[in-house]
């Protein structure tokens, strides 16, 4: 069984940009835990909703749909930019298309820099082992 959020994070940690500003310890799932340090840039994946079928056939599922947003957060605007061009990039390179939605912004109170993304993939048919 293939498991698309390892797919996910093994794209971003081989992109060098990601590779370089964060670094794979960096990429986390889902959450931060709370002694997790948010000075240094960092990125979480989520799934927006559980995988779904995509395409049927004969009562069969022929594809998978997956949705994720991906967080990209900084200290620093301008590295939450190019962190969030690469993993743009890297998701693009993977299949998955951006959807709208998301958030761009400068949160005050953490004093964190925001980019948070949504993408979408269809697996290609037959390819339903997630």
Do not use: C, W
């Not at 709370?34 to 069969?60: C, H, M």
């Amino acid at each position: 069984m293939k498991d698309m959020m390892m797919e996910i994070y093994n794209a971003l940690k081989a992109n060098p940009v990601i590779l370089e500003k964060v670094g794979s310890d960096r990429i986390k799932f889902y959450e931060l835990v709370e002694t997790f340090d948010t000075t240094k840039p960092f990125i979480i994946i989520d799934a927006l909703v559980p995988q779904q079928a995509a395409y049927f056939a004969s009562n069969k599922v022929l594809s998978k749909k997956f949705s994720y947003q991906i967080n990209v957060e900084s200290e620093n605007a301008l590295v939450t930019k190019e962190i969030a061009k690469a993993v743009e990039t890297t998701m693009r390179e993977n299949g998955f298309g951006q959807l709208t939605g998301g958030l761009d912004t400068y949160f005050k109170d953490t004093n964190r820099y925001v980019d948070a993304r949504r993408y979408r993939k269809n697996t290609n048919i037959y390819d339903t082992d997630y």
